[in-house]
């Protein structure tokens, strides 16, 4: 009987109780501070080891993708049994070159029917709520086709809405303009960002101040889920008091049938910065 394991990359922002669990494979994106100052995300640099290096030297780090030959390893070593299939699940291609990476390598190994490749064109635990999920089934045995028809079904049921503390990093890392990032500090403006269609970041909506804000983001998960059974995750940088008090918050206005609090890595880190608070939700 064939076995489906589960790929994924560290923007998925999965704790890593979850990852030894489940038996996801995670594959680190990299953090580059300086030419002689390269990390990979949750190997050698840990979130919190990131901020409290973020904070003491005043740097914004720039990131990259994983290769594709770090792809192919993972698919390789995946694959020893001929009978296994790997699902493999990636950050937003309007955010990295992660799948392209990911897609090179499975065309290199040629097995085309034996691994499947998804721009889950979402970012952070928007990804993870997905792979956990799936990762669950294959442990349960499911076959690949089950898996793979379910993480269809997520993919067009997760929403992520999230607020970052300023602006900075996204406008230093291209996602939002510059102009866009000046006004909102003046202005004590928090957007409610999420990500289109297409996986690119952009402003749902935009309230003074951060009790509004966050308050209009559970608003706006209730007219999405309503009293439907959902998982939820939300996502913090430096900002876990808050983040428990959404959790609780979330529990007291929906059926919620899996919940998880996790840390904004060192990549995702990298782009929307500490006080971000994210919270990912979709149907149980």
């Given amino acids: 009987m064939s076995k489906v394991q589960i790929v994924t990359d560290s923007t998925a922002d999965i704790p890593a109780e979850l990852v030894e669990q489940l038996g996801i494979t995670v594959v680190p994106l990299n953090v580059i501070f300086s030419d002689d100052e390269i990390y990979e995300d949750g190997v050698t640099l840990t979130s919190d080891q990131f ?77 993870g709520i997905m792979v956990v999920e799936i990762a669950k089934l294959a ?89 439907e059974p959902v998982h939820v995750g939300i996502t913090h940088a430096v900002n876990e008091a808050l983040a428990n008090e959404m959790i609780n918050r979330i529990k007291g206005e929906f059926d919620v049938k899996s919940d998880v609090v996790s840390s904004i890595g060192a990549v995702i880190g990298a782009h929307v910065g500490p006080g971000t608070i994210s919270i990912a939700m979709t149907k149980a």
């Fill in 139 to 227: 442990k349960e045995g499911k076959s690949f086709e089950e898996c793979k028809a379910r993480l269809d079904e997520l993919l067009s049921t997760t929403t992520v809405f999230f607020m970052v503390d300023t602006l900075e990093y996204l406008q230093k890392n291209g996602r939002i303009g510059k102009a866009s990032a000046i006004f909102g500090s003046m202005l004590k403006i928090k957007p409610i960002l999420s990500l289109s269609k297409e996986g690119e970041v952009f402003p749902f909506e935009k309230q003074r101040g951060q009790k509004k804000a966050l308050n209009r983001m559970i608003e706006l998960l209730i007219e999405q889920y309503g009293s």
């Fill in 51 to 127: 901020y409290k290096k973020v904070e003491e030297t005043k740097v914004i780090p720039s990131t990259s993708q994983p290769t594709p030959y770090q792809f192919e390893e993972v698919y390789r070593s995946l694959l020893g049994n001929e009978d296994n299939k790997v699902l493999s699940i990636h950050l937003s291609s309007k955010l990295s070159g992660t799948f392209q990476a990911a897609t090179i390598a499975k065309q290199s190994i040629g097995e085309e029917n034996a691994i499947y490749v998804v721009d889950s064109k979402r970012a952070s635990y928007a990804i």
